[in-house]
């Protein structure tokens, strides 16, 4: 009680491709597709998009005129 907190998620899409091949091949395929989309990965504007959430959800500190009032505020993330 009276701690700040936030239970928020982002969703990344790091599937391939797998080129609708079926069976086995069609399994190697997704999986190597997978493996390389996930090692080229960019992850800075993930990273960003993580901090910006945080900073977004942050309650207002001492020195503003909503501190300690802000608790039932609705959190919204703008992207």
Known sequence: ??????????KIDDS???GGAGGLAGLLVQAVSTAIKTKTQ???P???DVNLMVLETL??????????ADQADPVVVQK
């Open 59 to 68: 309650p207002a500190g001492s020195y503003h005129p909503r501190f300690d």
């Open 42 to 44: 960019d992850y800075m």
């Open 46 to 48: 993930i990273a960003q």
């Open 1 to 10: 009680e009276g701690r700040w907190r936030y239970d928020g998620s982002l």
């Open 16 to 18: 391939g491709d797998g």
